[in-house]
């Protein structure tokens, strides 16, 4: 990245999740230790490994009700403002619940900025 204060992570993931609320509805709570307004969010990373099977992924999916997933060994948590990303194929990007295109090329990134006092964001 040329922002040194940035991280870069690479590999194959799963599932992302970006949020500035800890709630994500349905008494799931997919950034469970992200505080409303603080002017970040949390980004949970779910990578994609051989032991993440289905019934692994249900399992995770379950975990957020009582915000255990964070602790699984295929998730990381991280806390940041910025996010850049470069989608390597297809994907979903949903952004408060608003279905959102994805990049025509391999080559476009989407960046996602977190404002002070935003809405929910998840990804």
Known sequence: PADPQ????????WCLALGNMAEGGGG???TPDV?????AADLIVCWDRPSLSRWRCLNLFLQMET???????EVQVFKTD?????PRGRGHLQLSGQEMPMPPT?????????????AT???
């Open 82 to 86: 910025k996010v850049i990303l470069w």
């Open 35 to 39: 505080k409303a307004r603080e002017g």
């Open 6 to 13: 940035m991280r870069r992570l690479e590999g194959s993931f």
């Open 106 to 118: 391999k080559e476009e990134p989407v960046s996602i900025s977190v404002l002070d006092g935003a």
């Open 121 to 123: 964001l998840v990804y």
């Open 28 to 30: 799931n709570a997919p």
């Open 67 to 73: 915000r255990q997933h964070v602790f699984a060994q």
